[in-house]
């Protein structure tokens, strides 16, 4: 079965930096758009950035400039460097894929890993 792990979640303070992981497997995606989406405690999901089978790259603009979505194809998998971190990116961080850059929808998606960031 198709299955998506993230890592790399964790405590820190505003102003740090974490790097996330993503691994799938059972299914290739080298050739698909996948994406990052958080969820915050009582909020809905949202986007967060979406990299494109050729590397194009779509942030939200609450992170733009600050996150940088990356891919591995010999991994079949993506990254995501989240650099000045605030509080109010306190969220569990879920990878996905396939991805529909028109919608900003997914087929398949991970567990989540949670990110948590103090003031």
């Known amino acids: 079965q198709v299955q998506l792990v993230e890592s790399g979640g964790g405590l820190v303070q505003a102003g740090d930096s974490l790097r996330l992981s993503c691994a799938a497997s059972g299914r290739t995606f080298t050739y698909n758009p996948m994406g990052w989406f958080r969820q915050a405690p009582g909020k809905e999901r949202e986007f967060v950035a979406i990299i494109s089978g050729n590397g194009k790259r779509f942030y939200a603009d609450s992170v733009k400039g600050r996150f940088t979505i990356s891919r591995d194809n010999a991994k079949n998998g993506i990254y995501l460097q989240m650099n000045t971190l605030k509080p109010e990116d306190t969220a569990v961080y879920s990878c996905?894929?396939?991805?529909?850059?028109?919608?900003?929808?997914?087929?398949?998606w991970g567990q989540g890993t949670q990110v948590t960031v103090s003031s």
């Open positions: 996905a894929a396939p991805c529909n850059i028109l919608t900003w929808t997914c087929d398949y």
